[in-house]
């Protein structure tokens, strides 16, 4: 990319970010009366931002693409993390998603609002045991809304073909809820990256990978878990980089 386009290309992604961040607080005060006593407008709140966030990418020149088949009842879902894209993408996907997040979101104005609304898990990611026990207590004693509780299995995002290690956490929660499931891979760091303004042209996608059946042992289902995200995703990162 010459210097005058990236020039370009900069300012456009510093629009779009900026008037993302404007609607999260603009969608998210209108919606916020029926958010306040009712989850399911918490829910539609969110999901209406989501929404607005995909309609606007063009202005990046970003395409999204969802694949597979998104779950509609009580999974697990666990996901590769590359940027805060993921996060919208997986979200929008599904009727009732909710996550579990680092203590600190929930301090955000708006976001961390909506995040106890609709059902969010915050856990203290500094206190690996603790957070871990607090996470299954929480869904255990049903503090959180039935919906796809979704997790980041390596605890934060990470850049595209990097590797990381895949955390405990996800396999404790996959024993402890008897639930199947749901792995998801993604290209979305290629164009979002996990900081700063720039984001890049092309077509971001999230991809809903077959069930993992609950029931298996925790080391082949960790097995399982990150073979199967991180062959997908290298797919997903292959075929963005050859267009």
């Not at 900026?18 to 209108?30: C, K, P, R, T």
Request: aromatic share 10%; proline share 7%; hydrophobic share 50%.
């Amino acid at each position: 990319m010459s210097t005058p386009a990236y020039a370009l290309q900069w300012l456009r992604s510093l629009v779009f970010v900026v008037q993302a961040a404007i609607m999260m607080f603009v969608i998210g005060l209108l919606w916020l009366p029926w958010a306040m006593v009712s989850r399911k407008g918490a829910m539609a709140g969110c999901h209406s931002w989501a929404k607005w966030v995909r309609w606007t990418l063009p202005i990046v020149g970003i395409k999204t693409d969802i694949r597979g088949t998104p779950p509609t009842d009580e999974v697990l879902v666990a996901g590769k993390h590359q940027s805060f894209l993921d996060i919208i993408l997986i979200f929008s996907a599904m009727p009732a998603g909710k996550f579990i997040m680092k203590k600190q979101i929930y301090y955000v104005p708006i976001l961390g609002l909506y995040g106890k609304r609709i059902g969010c898990i915050a856990v203290d990611r500094g206190k690996r045991t603790q957070a871990i026990k607090k996470m299954v207590a929480d869904v255990a004693a049903g503090a959180a809304h039935p919906g796809q509780l979704i997790i980041y299995p390596q605890g934060t995002r990470i850049v595209p073909g990097v590797a990381a290690p895949y955390k405990i956490g996800t396999g404790v929660l996959y024993s402890e809820l008897g639930q199947d499931c749901v792995p998801v891979a993604c290209n979305v760091g290629l164009f979002w990256p996990r900081s700063g303004i720039m984001r890049y042209p092309g077509t971001a996608v999230v991809e809903f990978l077959p069930r993992i059946p609950a029931g298996l042992e925790m080391p082949e289902f960790m097995s399982r878990l990150e073979t199967e995200i991180e062959a997908a995703s290298d797919i997903l990162n292959a075929e963005a980089l050859k267009r």
